[in-house]
């Protein structure tokens, strides 16, 4: 007997031999095949296996979601989300990079002058501290996301937990103005390190989630991932020469 299947989270080749693996393993599946473009899985079985049985072999990977074709209640996939105006598609961090600059020019008033290296460093402090948030709400779906590009967390699955607590900290550096040099430097290494699989990603033409704002938002990877982390590095780099 064979049934088809809705599948959600996938975000590349990777996703799809993961999910396909952990199927095959269950009693009575005779074959897994799974369309990645329509989000969907065909499956042949011996038996009568249930969806809740589906379900619980893919438990430790909550992002994957599988429901029975009958019953599917169609959930929005990067590809999906892509075929959006780019307003739509954009707008959260648009608002959250608007509200970031508003605060942090409104904390210039104060200031008989704009202090550019002041003005810097708040808006960093924002920036580091409102997206490790999202980071932080659904940890391990941002870990699994960015191990799909990043360039080190591919190699070593524990870096996108490490890096989620690394923006935290250096958020909180760039507010209390800890140790600004070394906090500079060490955000240039970690952003000029993670805009690299972003470049590859979005040069390739891949369709995959960006982790940026974590699992929270359904954000396809493209050139606004690439401004977002070149800002950083322009930044950390500008004040860095500043205070030479």
């Not at 509200?99 to 920036?127: E, S």
């Not at 967390?153 to 490490?162: D, T």
């Not at 507010?175 to 979005?202: D, E």
Request: hydrophobic share 45%; aromatic share 12%.
């Amino acid at each position: 007997m064979t049934h088809q299947y809705q599948l959600e989270g996938l975000t590349c080749d990777g996703c799809v031999a993961k999910v396909k693996s952990l199927l095959s393993t269950i009693a009575g599946i005779e074959s897994v095949g799974i369309n990645a473009q329509r989000n969907e899985a065909t499956i042949s079985m011996t038996q009568h296996v249930s969806t809740e049985t589906l379900q619980a072999a893919l438990k430790d990977y909550p992002k994957y979601t599988i429901v029975d074709k009958i019953n599917v209640v169609r959930l929005p996939s990067v590809e999906a989300e892509s075929e959006k105006p780019w307003l739509e598609t954009y707008k959260p961090i648009l608002l959250i990079f608007g509200y970031i600059t508003l605060v942090t020019l409104l904390i210039q008033l104060g200031n008989d002058r704009f202090d550019a290296m002041q003005w810097m460093q708040h808006f960093m402090a924002g920036f580091f501290l409102v997206f490790s948030f999202f980071k932080l709400l659904n940890l391990t779906g941002f870990a699994e996301s960015y191990q799909m590009y990043d360039v080190i967390a591919r190699r070593f699955p524990a870096w996108g937990y490490v890096y989620a607590f690394t923006e935290l900290g250096l958020g909180l550096a760039y507010l209390t103005n800890f140790q600004p040099q070394v906090t500079n430097v060490l955000t240039f290494v970690v952003m000029s390190l993670s805009i690299i699989g972003v470049l590859q990603s979005v040069l390739n033409k891949r369709r995959i989630q960006c982790a940026c704002l974590g699992a929270t938002f359904n954000l396809p990877m493209s050139t606004v991932t690439i401004i977002e982390d070149g800002l950083m590095i322009a930044m950390s780099a500008g004040m860095i020469l500043m205070t030479l």
